[in-house]
Nanobody
Framework: QIQPVESGGGSVQAGGTLKLSCGAS????????MGWFRQAPGKEREAVAQ??????????????GRFTISQGRFTISEGHYGNLMYLEMNSLNPEDSATYYC??????????????????WGQGTQVTVSS
């Protein structure tokens, strides 16, 4: 069972930087997609950035030029893999305030993969940006 766990949220002033982390283990396939989604109060959850097992990144327009997604894969044992995914967020503004969720699936990314294509979800971490 793959269970993503997020960390790194917090409060920051506008223009500041935060780096989110997501750890997940239990992959049994080298081919996968992991990503970040966010949901602000009263709004639908939206994709922010995703990264495929071949290190291809995909960004929502709101994240391009400000956010950077990266990852570090590791082998737990033969046929079992884990991944640490990061999202560095720069030039944050109050519109970035939301709960950020980590998601994963054992299949590659399809450009910016839709929310319902992801199987495994973390509990979320809060990001608050004050003006």
């Amino acid at each position: 069972q793959i269970q993503p766990v997020e960390s790194g949220g917090g409060s920051v002033q506008a223009g500041g930087t935060l780096k989110l982390s997501c750890g997940a283990s239990g992959f049994m396939d080298r081919n996968y997609c992991m990503g970040w989604f966010r949901q602000a109060p009263g709004k639908e959850r939206e994709a922010v950035a995703q990264i495929s097992s071949d290190d291809s990144p995909y960004y929502a327009d709101s994240a391009k030029g400000r956010f950077t997604i990266s990852q570090g894969r590791f082998t737990i044992s033969e046929g079992h893999y884990g991944n640490l995914m990061y999202l560095e967020m720069n030039s944050l503004n109050p519109e970035d305030s939301a709960t950020y969720y980590c998601a994963a699936r054992e299949f590659g990314c399809s450009l910016l993969t839709a929310e319902d294509e992801f199987v495994y979800w973390g509990q979320g971490t809060q990001v608050t940006v004050s003006s």
